[in-house]
């Protein structure tokens, strides 16, 4: 994409504009688009906090396209797969295509939450007979107390509750 066509294509200063670009490519990492525009990840707070232009631009284009990109490698996981190396005797004899369900269950919960996503209904009364912290270590001192271990220090092994 050339400069003119981008859309960072405003801000004249060169590093701000290749930190921009370099944002959004690597998928929102501020160190590697720090690196790639040849400055420090803190001349990018600076520019945020000094440069209202700057700040709008990253606010709303940059991290839309890094979290594209991200996305994108989701799907790509998720559906496409990838070649996995198989290995026996210390010898390469082929490759397994791997899919991560874990990233196709976040994006089909994020994509239809309506439909995907986790739904738990809790029913029953809930017992607040311990009220704070403080209330339920007090039963427990005393409960120790009562069994003899009243040097103040809470058995660790077993607690009883009653309910």
């Known amino acids: 994409m050339s400069d003119t066509k981008s859309p960072f294509a405003m801000?004249?200063?060169?590093?701000?504009?290749?930190?921009?670009?370099?944002?959004?490519?690597?998928g929102g990492i501020l160190s590697h688009a720090a690196k790639a525009a040849g400055c420090?990840?803190?001349?990018?707070?600076?520019?945020?906090?000094?440069?209202?232009?700057y700040a709008a631009l990253f606010e709303s284009i940059a991290k839309d396209m890094a979290y594209d990109r991200l996305e994108d490698e989701a799907t790509r996981r998720a559906v496409d797969g990838w070649d996995e190396p198989v290995y026996q005797g210390?010898?390469?004899?082929?490759?397994?295509?791997r899919y991560s369900d874990t990233l196709l269950i976040f994006m089909l919960n994020g994509a239809r939450p309506e439909k995907y996503r986790r739904v738990t209904e809790h029913t029953g009364a809930i017992d607040h007979r311990h009220g704070t912290l403080a209330d339920f270590t007090a039963q427990l001192l005393q409960q120790n107390e009562r069994a003899g271990n009243g040097n103040g220090k809470a058995l660790t092994n077993r607690m009883e509750v009653k309910g």
């Open 40 to 53: 420090d990840r803190h001349s990018h707070y600076n520019w945020m906090k000094d440069d209202a232009d």
């Open 90 to 97: 210390g010898e390469l004899v082929g490759f397994k295509r």
């Open 11 to 26: 801000i004249r200063h060169g590093k701000k504009r290749a930190f921009l670009k370099a944002y959004a490519e690597t």
